[in-house]
């Protein structure tokens, strides 16, 4: 039976594990110039209704590299631009790809469309998650640090798809997470229920200091995310106090590592200063899309 990576949950601890086994293989085949066409004579279908540097260029770079092809489709270029059903353009796709990957806004949509389609689908952003984006993290988190096990992630800024994400990957892996966002800007209230309910360790608090305090993984992203732009001045305000910058680094361990999923303002969410220092892996981290998500199309698209 096909599989989707619509969410993190969607595939077991076990599989999650081997993914990130299968990137760190990959990573050092593409390092060292060794081919490894596991997607042999297979085409990925990409569906964007939002803009995209790092997603759009690893993926297709990844197919190129797996030995398969990407065809990069904007929604407003394709019929769904002009209202076609989701789920007859699922229903099509499936017979023309391998595979299919979505960026879109609804988490809905994403749904809609993986139950029809014929081949597995992988979100790439939606308004709720993230989760290609949380696997890349991770991976290179396991790089610098050895391992996820034991240590502290903190999220300080908006409770918005990439904190959704993290509070998935802290009930899905089993590590202690620290939430720091304005009151009114809250992660999902039905995502944290769910984290809750297995028991996921996590607090959610009002104070950045707080979360920061000893964590060894510092993390934010935009204050205002694709689709929010109308409300870009009325959020900068309300997080006023809720930057990642140089006093806030001096809270957490010596050693920790700072992270962005990126595009980032500079100095809005994140100081200049703390992205050119000696804690951030933001670039790794970005690098890590392709090798990631390379391991995740090899197992779902096989
Ligand atoms: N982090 C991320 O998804 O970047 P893009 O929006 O450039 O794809
Ligand atoms: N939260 C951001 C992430 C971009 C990769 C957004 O949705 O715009």
């Not at 398969?68 to 059903?85: I, Y």
């Not at 707080?210 to 959020?235: F, H, I, P, Y």
């Not at 992205?275 to 096989?302: G, W, Y």
Request: aromatic letters at 8%; charged letters at 25%.
């Amino acid at each position: 039976m096909k599989k989707d990576f619509l969410c993190l949950s969607d595939l077991s601890l076990e599989e999650l594990e081997q993914i990130f086994a299968l990137a760190k293989d990959l990573k050092a085949k593409q390092k060292a110039g060794q081919q490894h066409h596991l997607l042999s004579g297979k085409t990925l279908g990409m569906l964007f209704e939002k803009s995209s540097t790092r997603t759009r260029v690893s993926f297709e770079v990844g197919m190129y590299q797996l030995g398969g092809h990407a065809l990069f489709l904007a929604s407003g270029s394709t019929q769904m631009g002009r209202g076609e059903p989701i789920r007859d353009t699922a229903r099509c796709m499936g017979r023309y790809v391998d595979g299919v990957m979505i960026r879109t806004y609804s988490q809905d949509a994403v749904e809609e469309f993986a139950a029809v389609s014929d081949v597995p689908v992988i979100n790439g952003l939606t308004d709720m998650f993230h989760p290609c984006q949380i696997m890349a993290d991770l991976m290179t988190v396991i790089e610098h640090k050895g391992n996820y096990r034991d240590l502290v992630f903190c999220w300080v800024g908006d409770g918005n798809n990439m904190a959704n994400s993290w509070i998935n990957a802290a009930s899905v892996f089993g590590f202690e997470l620290r939430v720091a966002t304005p009151a009114g800007y809250e992660p999902d209230a039905m995502v944290k229920e769910r984290a809750a309910e297995a028991g996921a360790n996590i607090i959610y608090t009002n104070d950045p200091d707080q979360a920061a305090r000893g964590a060894d993984v510092l993390n934010t992203d935009v204050w205002a995310s694709m689709g929010q732009e109308t409300e870009q001045q009325e959020r900068k305000k309300a997080f006023t106090g809720y930057q990642i910058n140089m006093e806030l680094v001096a809270l957490a361990k010596p050693d920790c590592v700072v992270m962005h999923c990126l595009p980032a303002h500079r100095d809005e969410e994140i100081t200049d200063e703390v992205m050119e220092s000696r804690h951030s892996i933001i670039f790794d981290e970005a690098e890590n899309r392709l090798h990631v998500q390379k391991a995740i199309m090899a197992t779902l698209m096989s």
